[in-house]
């Protein structure tokens, strides 16, 4: 059962409750038992909600016997001559309308028999005592055809209801996955937008730095040469001039790297190999590091259509920034598995460590140029990352639901071939 039961009382057990106590003022009227038995049958329908929810999976077989044991009750009691011929027959349509409610047709058949054959028993005790004529077999026989007629009527308008429910649910499900695509391209288009922007302005702004750069460096080195002898400190000073144009320099390059469109060389690469690269070139950066590694590969995965130079620093960027956020200690998890992006089949690879995570405030923001939680971070990395990602026709993303440490996930197009 998929369906929520609502265990409230309502306006309609209220309506159904004045129902059973009309009951009550019907022949026989001070039959103590009669009256105990509808009071269970009313108490049975107004909590059945409660029962369904308690029981999700029995609970519905639980309400059903429950009424077929108070109804053969009822007519029990009810009935002066015998049971059977008791006006209080028609009870049983309660549970042949329960079951055709919470089953299907098969279920609803076979729930309205076990209904029907506990009518009929009381037969049994009827031909004991009296001489049943053909007139009274119909007569059973109609009252039954009514209880699967009834039965099945009622199933069929909740079997169209349950379908209605999934259908209006599977379209639910699916204008909500088409939000959260559009909300993702929004996002995407308004980054693609920003760093185009900004490619160009860095750009200009790089290759502006690069030439007074060049002659500073060049003056300090000069500077350096002729007082390392008659100046030693103002040789040092001049030192000091030369490694931070370096730095410079190197800072230059990177903004260059983030503003340059890339020339890719594309050709079928396992992004595992990928991967195992990137470890290992980050590991042999970090030998100190106490990083225990686990790799969860499925098999026989298809190559994707890459650039192995540009997507091992893809991987090895990932690496790089888990093995930071873990201070050199903790458990990096490498896994990579076959998926589809927008009917599109590729490959996942997921960069996972055991860190502290991402904070809130920079999950919306990590992929954007000069947003970093590192102190001598210029914020670059992540935004080239991305820029290589879509060069690859490919998404990354950082998944907010981990419960503690970052998860990066890639998608790669698998390649046309296969």
Not at 188 to 204: F, M
Request: net charge negative; hydrophobic share 45%; with cysteine.
């Amino acid at each position: 059962m998929n369906e929520r039961h609502k265990s409230t009382f309502t306006w309609l057990d209220a309506v159904w409750l004045i129902f059973v106590l009309a009951l009550v003022f019907l022949p026989p009227i001070r039959e103590y038992h009669k009256q105990l038995i509808l009071f269970l049958i009313g108490a049975s329908q107004v909590f059945e909600g409660r029962i369904l929810t308690a029981f999700p999976t029995r609970g519905r077989y639980y309400s059903v016997l429950v009424k077929i044991a108070l109804a053969s009750l009822l007519i029990d009691h009810t009935g002066a001559d015998a049971a059977i011929n008791s006006t209080y027959w028609p009870i049983y349509f309660l549970p042949v309308v329960t079951a055709a409610i919470y089953f299907g047709p098969p279920g609803t058949l076979l729930w309205t028999g076990a209904a029907s054959a506990a009518y009929c028993l009381y037969l049994i005790p009827a031909s004991w005592e009296f001489d049943i004529d053909v007139q009274g077999y119909y007569a059973l026989a109609t009252r039954i055809l009514f209880f699967f007629l009834a039965g099945m009527l009622v199933n069929r308008f909740a079997v169209e209801n349950r379908e209605r429910a999934i259908a209006q649910k599977a379209l639910s499900d699916a204008l909500e996955e088409t939000n959260l695509q559009l909300r993702r391209a929004e996002a995407e288009a308004r980054r693609s937008e920003r760093l185009a922007a900004l490619g160009q302005l860095s750009a200009g702004l790089a290759h502006e730095i690069r030439n007074p750069l060049g002659v500073i460096k060049g003056s300090a080195e000069m500077l350096a040469h002729k007082l390392h002898d008659t100046q030693p400190l103002n040789a040092e000073l001049a030192g000091y001039i030369s490694s931070e144009v370096n730095r410079l320099n190197a800072l230059v390059a990177r903004f260059l790297d983030f503003a340059r469109p890339l020339r890719l060389e594309l050709h079928s690469v396992q992004i595992t190999e990928l991967l195992d690269r990137a470890a290992e070139s980050v590991r042999v950066q970090m030998p100190d590091a106490a990083v225990t590694v686990e790799r969860h590969y499925e098999a026989g995965l298809p190559s994707v259509m890459a650039d192995d130079r540009f997507c091992e620093s893809i991987f090895s960027n990932l690496i790089t920034n888990a093995y930071q956020a873990m201070e050199g200690r903790g458990v990096l998890r490498l896994s990579a598995e076959r998926e589809s992006s927008d009917k599109n089949p590729g490959i996942i690879a997921t960069v996972e460590d055991s860190g502290p995570g991402v904070a809130p405030e920079m999950q919306e923001q990590i992929f954007n140029p000069f947003i970093t939680s590192k102190k001598d971070g210029v914020g670059l990395g992540l935004s080239i990352v991305a820029k290589i990602v879509d060069e690859h026709r490919g998404w990354i993303r950082l998944d907010t639901d981990s419960t503690k440490g970052a998860r990066f996930r890639v998608f790669l197009p698998a390649s046309p071939a296969q």
